[in-house]
């Protein structure tokens, strides 16, 4: 009984500790640094309903996303017939990996910003009655928060999905005092002087590339940082003799790092083959018109959401790199001060190499099967 015992809590053992090479190996793969957050309910701000040309009825909302560092961001949904996820985590994307690459967004995307910076909340009730009296509309009352939440979420819409107001009755359920302001907004939003903004506002925080290898007794780079606030903290794990440097060999500290540097990885000559990775933290504006892509948007779709106002939050960043002894090729081109690796396909920032946790857990997994399939066989005999 205690070598069946033995038998079976090993092989129990060994697939526990399987799945948790498995569960782990995505997780730690997810992590780049980037700015993420979860929709927080009751921190929106609604407008109204509105009626588009193929009949739906959506209403329209400002919505809160709470930041992992607890600021709040103030967002615009840019996938209409998808659902919102509020128990999801929403990542810092760039527009190039918006979750439909065939959505109207990917060739509207200039004049969606142009949106954001010109609408409401980037611009107040204010500064918008004045754009539009210079235009000759006459506003009633005023403009409102909801109706400029309406008109600005409405055209949004327009360019990310290619909706349409129902000119007959674009609010199902509105006077037609609130329905003419609305209207005057968004056609100002999405008609002739709306030129577009086409350069994506820069993340608050990069590195690029993410991973970069090369060989003993050169210099592996450049890291460009890309950064809309200031580098606050920078920290490396590398071994002894190898350092972070300029392009010139000369070692780097927290305050020598901006919007623009060049980093790299000198490795000493005669360094053994190995691994290392920095990482930094930034303070700055994640600014209007960035786009936040569900976590596990390939499994469980969820809404996408753009910033509609800049605010001020922390973020960290982090690359890896890899070397093999002087004189033996890497795996991949090698980057020296005279290389650049900037035009390799980003990776995972976290340093880890993904197939290295799945096949320790393949293993391990049919390890503990060998195992269990023992024991089923002393027990028939």
């Not at 640094?33 to 009626?51: D, L």
């Not at 539009?132 to 008109?151: P, R, S």
């Not at 949004?156 to 509105?174: A, C, I, M, Q």
């Not at 990885?265 to 360094?271: E, R």
Request: glycine share 12%; with cysteine; hydrophobic share 40%.
């Amino acid at each position: 009984m205690h070598g069946r015992s033995g038998l079976v809590k090993g092989g129990i053992a060994v697939l526990a500790a399987a799945a948790a090479v498995l569960v782990a190996a995505p997780a730690a793969n997810a992590d780049d640094g980037a700015a993420q957050g979860k929709v927080v309910k009751e921190a929106g701000t609604r407008g109204f309903s509105v009626n588009f040309n193929d009949g739906k009825q959506p209403v329209t909302e400002l919505f809160g996303l709470k930041l992992s560092d607890g600021s709040m961001l103030k967002m615009y949904c840019v996938e209409i017939d998808t659902d919102l996820s509020y128990s999801q985590t929403m990542i810092e994307r760039p527009w190039d990996k918006y979750p439909n690459p065939k959505s109207p967004f990917t060739k509207n995307n200039d004049k969606l910003n142009w949106v954001l910076h010109e609408g409401y909340p980037a611009n107040g009730v204010s500064a918008l009655q004045s754009t539009l009296g210079k235009k000759g509309v006459t506003l009633h009352d005023g403009l409102a928060v909801d109706e400029a939440i309406t008109a600005t979420q409405a055209a949004v819409w327009h360019f990310s999905d290619g909706k349409d107001l129902d000119r007959t009755k674009p609010l199902p359920y509105e006077d037609a005092d609130t329905t003419a302001d609305v209207l005057a907004l968004y056609d100002y939003l999405t008609g002739s002087a709306n030129t577009g903004i086409g350069q994506q506002p820069k993340p608050t925080l990069s590195v690029t590339p993410a991973k970069a290898d090369g060989a003993a007794g050169t210099r592996i780079g450049p890291f460009t940082v890309t950064s809309t606030g200031d580098v606050t903290d920078l920290a490396s794990q590398l071994p002894e003799g190898v350092k972070l440097t300029d392009a010139n060999g000369e070692a780097l500290k927290t305050g020598d790092v901006k919007d623009g540097s060049k980093l790299y990885v000198d490795i000493p000559k005669d360094a053994k083959a190995g691994t290392g990775e920095f990482a930094l933290k930034a303070v700055g504006h994640l600014d209007t018109g960035r786009l936040f892509v569900g976590q596990d948007y390939d499994k469980h779709p969820a809404q996408s959401l753009i910033v509609a106002q800049s605010e001020k939050t922390q973020v960290s960043a982090n690359a890896a790199v890899s070397w093999t002894v002087a004189g033996t090729a890497p795996t991949t081109a090698p980057t020296t001060p005279a290389g650049n690796n900037s035009g390799q396909a980003p990776l995972a920032n976290t340093g880890v190499d993904a197939s290295l946790p799945i096949g320790i857990g393949a293993a391990l997994v049919i390890g503990g099967g060998v195992m269990l399939l023992l024991v089923r066989r002393r027990r028939s005999a």
